[in-house]
């Protein structure tokens, strides 16, 4: 129930007090919807991170910075396999 039916009740006695600790019950399609958002994410997240990365491969190279192509690469697939993870995670549990 929301606050102000709680507040505004005529019968006080019929209204449940239920903790906000209590583990509730997770619906199959919003566990479904979550888990391929993870993995779309992660999808995207690979696809258009490695693009950019071709992209501007020439310039990163000639930079002086220590963080090459190859370092690069392991941070997005690094980044894209963990949305992956938690979206086979929250699928599965």
């Known amino acids: 129930m929301a606050i102000m039916d709680r507040i505004f009740a005529s019968d006080r006695n019929s209204l449940e007090i239920t903790s906000p600790y209590e583990e509730k019950e ?11 958002t993870f993995v779309a994410l992660g999808g995207w997240t690979y696809y258009s991170g490695m693009k950019q990365l071709r992209e501007r491969q020439q310039l990163i190279e000639k930079s002086k910075s220590k963080y090459k192509t190859g370092s690069r690469q392991l941070g997005i697939i690094t980044l894209s396999a963990t949305f992956v993870g938690l979206g086979i995670y929250r699928m599965l549990n």
């Not at 997770?26 to 391929?36: A, E, K, L, Q, Y």
Request: charged share 20%; proline share 0%.
């Open 26 to 36: 997770d619906c199959i399609s919003c566990r479904v919807m979550g888990s391929t």
